[in-house]
C-alpha cells in the first residue's frame, strides 16, 4: 500500500468493502488519508472487522449493510454517505454476485440478480455519487477478463461484467461535463472467496499463477491500480479498462 497521504481529508465510497478486493481497496485509501464508507450484505463480522482495521490507520469509517439490488437501498447508502461527509471523491464499485450455470441451466432470476447488482447498480450508483462529487471525482468500477473471454459457467457474470464495460465508456463521456473520470480494473486470477465458487478452483489457481512475473495477482495489486487511476497522473485516462493479469494474457505463461 502507498506510504503517501495524497488522498486525505477526500472520501471514498467502496461497495463491497468488507472483504477481498473491496477490503484491499478501503484500506488502501485509507492508508493514503481518505475517509472511508463501505456497504456489505451479508456478514456483521466481516463488516465490523474491517471497519475496525480501516479506522486503526486514523481515518474514519462508515460502514452500511445495503442490498444494490435493490434501488431504493442504493439511495440509502448515498444519503448516509451525504449526512456523515457532506461530499464524495471516489466511488469504487467494487461490489459483485452472480450464479455459476451455464446458460441452459439459468434462471431468470438468477440473470436478473446477477445485472441487477453487477451492472444497474453501477449506473445507479454512479449517478447517484456524481451528485455529491465535486469536480475532478473519479469512479472505477471493478470488471473482470471473463467479460471478454468465455469461461465456464460464468454466463449470467460474464455477460454482467461485459455490460459494466460498456456503462464505463458511456459515463465516461456523460460525466465528463463535471470533470468526474470513469474507468475500470480488469483483475486476473485472485485468490480469494469468490473462487471457492467455482468447481475447478484449483486449476484456476494454477492458471493464475501463469503470468510473466510467475506470481499470481493480488488484491493489493488491484488496489494499487485503483489508486493510480484514481491520481493526478491519470487524469486524462478516461473510459478505459486497465487490465492487471501479470502478463497472463499475453500466453507466453
Known amino acids: ?126 449517478i447517484e455519487a456524481s451528485r455529491l ?6 469512479v472505477v468500477n471493478i470488471t473482470s477478463e471473463g467479460s471478454r473471454n468465455v469461461l465456464p459457467n460464468y454466463f449470467a457474470v460474464g455477460t454482467s461484467k461485459a455490460a459494466l464495460e460498456a456503462i464505463t465508456r458511456y459515463l465516461a463521456v456523460e460525466l465528463a461535463p463535471k470533470n468526474i473520470s470513469v474507468n475500470a480494473v480488469s483483475g486476473g486470477y485472485v485468490d480469494t472467496d469468490a473462487l471457492s465458487a467455482f468447481k475447478d478452483k484449483d486449476r484456476m489457481l494454477a492458471d493464475g499463477e501463469k503470468t510473466v512475473t510467475g506470481r499470481m495477482v493480488t488484491v493489493e495489486d488491484i488496489a494499487n491500480a485503483v489508486g493510480f487511476l484514481c491520481s493526478p497522473e491519470a487524469e486524462m ?11 497472463a494474457t499475453l500466453g507466453a505463461g
Not at 434462471?107 to 454512479?126: R, V, Y
Not at 485516462?237 to 501479470?246: C, F, H, P
Open 133 to 138: 462529487m465535486p469536480a475532478g471525482g473519479h
Open 1 to 126: 500500500m502507498g506510504a503517501d497521504k495524497g488522498f486525505a481529508g477526500k472520501v471514498v465510497l467502496v461497495t463491497g468493502g468488507s472483504r477481498g478486493i473491496g477490503k484491499a481497496i478501503a484500506l488502501h485509501f485509507a492508508s493514503r488519508g481518505a475517509n472511508i464508507a463501505f456497504n456489505y450484505l451479508r456478514s456483521h463480522t466481516s463488516a465490523n472487522e474491517a471497519q475496525k482495521e480501516i479506522e486503526t490507520l486514523g481515518v474514519r469509517c462508515v460502514k452500511e449493510r445495503a442490498h444494490l439490488g435493490d434501488a431504493e437501498k442504493i439511495r440509502g447508502l448515498f444519503e448516509t454517505v451525504e449526512a456523515e461527509y457532506g461530499r464524495l471523491d471516489v466511488l469504487v464499485h467494487n461490489a459483485a454476485s452472480g450464479v455459476n450455470l451455464a446458460a441452459a441451466e439459468l434462471g431468470e432470476k438468477h440473470w436478473n440478480w446477477t445485472m441487477d447488482i453487477n451492472a444497474k447498480a453501477a449506473w445507479l450508483c454512479s
Open 237 to 247: 485516462i478516461r473510459g478505459q479498462i486497465l487490465l492487471v493479469d501479470g502478463g
